[in-house]
Antibody, heavy 118, light 110 residues
Framework: QVQLVESGGGLVKPGGSLRLSCAAS????????MNWIRQAPGKGLEWVSY????????YYADSVKGRFTISRDNAKNSLYLQMNSLRAEDTAVYYC???????????WGQGTLVTVSS | QSALTQPASVSGSPGQSITISCTGT?????????VSWYQQHPGKAPKLMIY???KRPSGVSNRFSGSKSGNTASLTISGLQAEDEADYYC??????????FGGGTKLTVL
């Protein structure tokens, strides 16, 4: 079955960097659109970034544009999120989500917690 | 991009029907048939319940249905069950080639 497993979260100081990974299995990764979505503690969902199946099309939320970089390695069935210049407001559980259609988020991982604090 | 507007909470008794609204603008909900709904139980990842306004993924109960009128989408749950108690989020594609979520609605089954 479809499985998405995020990793790489942790505690980082403001201004620091972190790289999240999402390992996919149970489906043909290169056929699926991928997204990162986050949820601050006790808050709602916030879409962060999208990458097309080939990686040629990428979008970001204004709140992370210029600081975060999404990428994927179809040979390794993996999705990444490089997060630089982290701020306290980036503290959240980060989920990767996949779908064979770009208009929805069909499958979700369990999330990885990123805490930005001094 | 502003979040879509959802009621903070709704409630209903077992067996009843409830509807959760999701209001956006012509730049998101009103402009595309790409509204989806997600259910999230505490401490769990969200689960897709409705996509493209009114389509149900395989495995989702037909007690869940979706619709849209103008800039407002709606999720209706009929025959409420205890396990439906959760947070519900709507989402829409936008003209900025981004996605926006609603603030979430806490459903309480009385």
């Amino acid at each position: 079955q479809v499985q998405l497993v995020e990793s790489g979260g942790g505690l980082v100081k403001p201004g620091g960097s972190l790289r999240l990974s999402c390992a996919a299995s149970g489906f043909t990764f290169s056929d699926y659109y991928m997204n990162w979505i986050r949820q601050a503690p006790g808050k709602g969902l916030e879409w962060v970034s999208y990458i097309s199946r080939s990686g040629s099309t990428i979008y970001y939320a204004d709140s992370v544009k210029g600081r975060f970089t999404i990428s994927r390695d179809n040979a390794k069935n993996s999705l990444y999120l490089q997060m630089n210049s982290l701020r306290a407001e980036d503290t959240a559980v980060y989920y990767c989500a996949s779908s064979s259609s770009s208009s929805l988020f069909r499958y979700w991982g369990q999330g990885t917690l990123v805490t930005v604090s001094s | 991009q502003s979040a879509l507007t959802q009621p903070a909470s709704v409630s209903g008794s077992p067996g009843q029907s409830i509807t959760i609204s999701c209001t956006g603008t012509s730049s998101d909900v009103g402009g595309y048939n790409y509204v989806s709904w997600y259910q999230q139980h505490p401490g769990k990842a969200p689960k897709l319940m409705i996509y493209d306004v009114s389509k149900r993924p395989s495995g989702v109960s037909n007690r869940f249905s979706g619709s849209k009128s103008g800039n407002t989408a709606s999720l209706t749950i009929s025959g409420l069950q205890a396990e439906d108690e959760a947070d519900y989020y709507c989402s829409s594609y936008t003209t900025s080639s981004t996605w926006v979520f609603g603030g979430g609605t806490k459903l309480t089954v009385l």
